[in-house]
């Protein structure tokens, strides 16, 4: 498989790549060269700032690819540039979208609930968009405009160790510390995801059948609160928790309601997402011998 991947030098999207190259796929990353990675000869590097659409399309020039992988679109005018530039040029497009995409609340979200092929693109692009009004424009652009098949994955949260954004890590260098973390609505349930399953995920998707919309997300939801637990649990040490506005507490899972998805769709077309208990214990144990 001839694959190029946008944003492929950092967390799940490095994985991604190594996956592949344990598949023998023909890796192109596209990337700034600001970060060094380890895949050594075992991909070809393009090198372009994603957002310059016209060192952009110098860099892909005529190529062509199986599957293109895109990890870093946030952009109605990114997605555009992405629909004229890969038209002929890719037998399938993958956009890692969002749970953004859908509004907070019950019940669980699923693909249905938000809309790509009927939402409005204002013409022209707003100079600026906030990040889940950027990633459903992203996703009608693509469904309502591109010439070439297009998933869009609908990722939750993405944990791991190397999570640049340190969301994790955050709570739990905060209880470690003593320190309280804001969180307006404890009882809200989430769901998440682990950055290995979902290189394992979009590698499938790569494989797969599968277009259109689809959720992507380990099974079972945890609530903010309940995570402030197990690292209690795994700290020794307790976990103070406020409901207050102080912007260098307040937790990134702090959100008002509910906000978790469903997975039939891809589970009907065969992937087996894992269950979010036998992974986040283990890694906020390991998050919290290792800070």
Known sequence: MNVLILGGTRFFGKKLVERLIGEQADITILTRGSTTDSFGDAVTRLQADRTDSAALAH??????????YDNICYTPAE????????????GKYIVTSSLSVYAFGEPRKQEGDFDPFSYPIPKPYAAQAEYAEGKRLVEAVFFQEASFPVAAVRFPIVMGHDDYTRRLHFHVEHVQHGEPVCIPNPEAKLSFI?????????????????????????????????????ISKSTGKPAFVTDGSEDAD????????????DTAYADSAGFTFKQLNDWLPSLIREMAESE
């Open 79 to 90: 997605a555009a540039e992405a629909v004229r530039l890969f038209a002929g040029k890719a």
């Open 59 to 68: 860099a892909i020039g005529n190529r062509s690819y199986d599957v293109v």
């Open 194 to 230: 682990n950055a290995d399953e979902a290189a394992d995920f979009l590698a499938w998707l790569g494989r797969s059948g599968l277009e259109g919309p689809v959720n992507a997300c380990s099974k079972g939801e945890i609530s903010p609160g309940e995570i402030m637990s197990l």
């Open 250 to 261: 307040r937790s990134p899972y702090g959100v008002p309601e509910s906000w978790y998805m």
